[in-house]
């Protein structure tokens, strides 16, 4: 039997300083507490950017275009009753100043303290192309 295949885009939102923006999941959500890359499911008929674009501005107020966003990696993982496909973009360039509206806080935090901050499984392999690339 084949699990239920989930398709999620996730942003690394990187600042002047080469920091990166995590968001923690609120409680009442499933892995609460946790920290995570800002993104979310892809809708049908909807490409990854634009489901980016539209969670960007959902979640934290922030406006960015398709040619600001840089597919640097994706995590696969096998969750217990589905499986996760997450192409993860590094994203540069956009406007507003990110507010947590669906998390319970934001942090910017170096590529090399990332592994500090508990995280969704399928999050952590995302972290190593971060550091290299930062």
């Given amino acids: 039997m084949s699990a239920k295949l989930v398709l999620v885009v996730a942003c690394a ?5 080469r920091r990166v923006l ?5 409680l ?12 979310g499911k892809v809708e049908p008929g909807e490409t990854p950017e634009a489901a980016l674009i539209r969670e960007l501005s959902e979640e934290l107020g922030i406006d960015t275009a398709a040619a600001c966003l840089a597919p640097l990696s994706f995590a696969s993982h096998d ?3 589905f499986h996760l496909l997450m192409p993860l973009y590094v994203c540069r360039k ?6 947590p509206s669906e998390h319970t806080a ?4 170096r590529p090399t303290a ?3 901050y508990p995280m969704p499984a399928a ?7 971060l550091i290299d690339l930062l």
């Fill in 13 to 17: 939102l990187v600042d002047a300083d």
């Fill in 22 to 26: 995590i968001a923690q999941r609120p």
């Fill in 28 to 39: 009442g959500k499933a892995m609460a507490g946790l920290w995570e890359f800002p993104g």
């Fill in 79 to 81: 969750y217990d009753d």
């Fill in 94 to 99: 956009w406007s507003g100043t990110p507010r």
């Fill in 106 to 109: 934001l942090k910017w935090v």
């Fill in 114 to 116: 990332l592994r500090d």
């Fill in 123 to 129: 999050d952590e392999p995302l972290i190593a192309p």
